[in-house]
């Protein structure tokens, strides 16, 4: 078994045991870099990624060296290098190294450089929205997946495909994605990305100065159509119309088309009843928002682009404030960085909160009763709602009460006797003594901190 192998039987064990993002976000660049007797060095693309292994996936990642390799590796370390690229591949921060051993596995977060000012100047094609940048999540793994089906067969059985979702979710990424791919894959496809609006524009334009043919032309000939934000044609029936045209030709020649839209076809107000159904003879894919863990991943991608770090705490705080968008995510991080950058500071809780104050939602999150906490902890910890109100202070129950005690102060603002009445008439001093601790237990225990997110998670989807 050579490293490559071994480290590919690690890794398909980490990404069972982990979600998509978290697996795809700390481990997709990583490889075997040295292996001394019993030590084996691992190759991370920076001190963040580099960090983050060396806290959260220290043992995980030994235990199951050590099982595939028979117990013959017993120490890991890790150190920040470049992961060796096929030729063409210049990696976007760091140089290639030469001597850097050669893995099978497919690069990450290196968008290619070279083919990006060529795609951004005549295709209007952003070489930085690329597959390697987006951050997989459950609730857009089947947009991606199918994305990433139509590069493998553009033209295929995911015609058109048609991806809806809110705003800043990642559609016109994921459009730009497939376009960016395909014409990597084969330099002399012809792509056209275009919004709506566009289209529309041009086309009243075309009318106007009477260049309908030429119109028809340049969209009629290509092999691949991106259309953004398709919502835009509601209503402008002389355009929905010749997008129909445009689109039967395409179709009809097995070219690829791919549409977004901020709601399902169905949905969007006025559009003629054939081109619905046109749209919906394909493939249909919904993004929906983050969850926390995956705004987590995205949050530590962005900051790998940008090369900042940040620590931990101060990224999960980012990822439990800005829940709406990935847009309001990457925004929020833009302005950590450029705060901190211009204060020459390294950015600590206390200086990061004020920031995100704009972040916060205006309306306060959804009503919760103390009895749909207290039930949500008692599910969490899969301990009896009895058991929890009860007198016994065995650990396993006298724990989860005292994080109900404390999410009740936190999340409800309740006061201490209403908390200590609501845990089956305790006294108010329990329920201080609870909050005090559990704050104090938070500020090193990260298991402490990814349990409150999830219960809080649970909690305001009830
Ligand atoms: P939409 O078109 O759905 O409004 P965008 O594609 O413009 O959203 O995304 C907004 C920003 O968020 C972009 O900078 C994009 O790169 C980023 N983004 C969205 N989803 C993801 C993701 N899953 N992973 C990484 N970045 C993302
Ligand atoms: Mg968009």
Redesign the pocket.
């Known amino acids: 078994m050579n490293t490559n192998e071994l480290w590919q039987s690690v890794l398909g064990e980490l990404e069972l045991a982990l979600s998509k993002a978290n697996f795809t976000t700390w481990f997709k660049s990583t490889f075997i870099s040295d292996v001394n007797e019993h030590a084996v060095v691992i190759g991370v693309p920076n001190m963040f990624t580099k960090a983050w292994l060396e806290k959260k996936y220290a043992k995980e990642i030994l235990r199951s060296l050590s099982e595939h390799s028979k117990g013959s590796i017993k120490s890991l370390s890790y150190r920040v290098e470049s992961r060796p690229t096929t030729p063409q591949a210049i990696p976007l921060f760091e140089k290639p190294k030469v001597e850097a051993p050669v893995s099978q596995a497919s690069s990450h977060y290196q968008p290619r450089e070279e083919v990006r000012e060529i795609r951004t100047g005549e295709f209007s094609l952003n070489g930085k ?1 690329c597959f390697e ?5 459950k609730q ?1 793994e089947l947009a991606h997946a199918a994305a990433q089906a139509v590069c493998a067969q553009p033209g295929g059985i995911y015609n058109p495909l048609f991806i809806y ?10 459009l730009q994605a497939i376009g960016n791919e395909l014409i990597h894959k084969n330099p002399s496809t012809k792509i056209l990305y275009i919004t709506c609006e566009r289209f529309t524009n041009d086309f009243i334009g075309a009318l106007r100065s009477n260049r309908i043919v030429e119109f028809k032309n340049r969209y009629r000939t290509v092999d691949v159509l991106l259309v ?1 934000d398709i919502q835009f044609i509601t209503g402008k029936e002389g355009t929905q119309e010749e997008f129909f045209h445009t689109f039967n030709q395409l179709y009809q020649n097995n070219k690829q088309i791919v549409i ?1 839209s901020d709601r399902p076809p169905k949905a969007i107000p006025a559009l003629e009843d054939r081109l619905i159904s046109r749209f919906e003879c394909g493939m249909l894919a919904d ?1 929906g928002s ?1 969850d926390f863990e995956t705004r987590c991943a ?1 949050l530590g ?2 900051c790998h682009e940008k090369q900042y770090s940040l620590d931990r705490e101060i990224l999960h705080h980012v990822a439990t404030v800005v829940q709406t ?3 309001e995510l ?1 925004g929020a991080l833009n302005k950590i960085i450029a705060f901190h950058q211009f204060k020459n500071a390294r950015p600590t809780l206390e200086t990061v909160k004020p920031i995100l104050s704009s972040f916060q939602p205006a309306t306060s999150r959804k009503n919760v009763t103390p009895k749909q906490l207290i039930i949500t902890v008692a599910n969490y910890f899969d301990v009896h709602l009895d058991d929890l109100l009860g007198k016994s202070r065995q650990k396993r129950l006298a724990f989860p009460r005292q994080i109900v005690m404390y999410l009740m102060r936190e999340e409800m603002k309740a006061s201490y006797p209403s908390i200590g009445t609501e845990l089956g008439g305790r006294d108010h001093t329990t329920a201080m003594h609870a909050y005090d601790k559990i704050t104090g237990c938070l500020l090193e225990d990260e298991k402490l901190q990814h349990d409150l997110e999830l219960i809080k998670q649970k909690l305001y989807a009830l």
């Open positions: 929205y940048t987006f951050v997989v999540g857009n979702g809110g705003v800043g979710l990642g559609k016109t990424h994921l953004d977004s993004v983050p995205i991608t962005k968008n990935v847009r990457e």
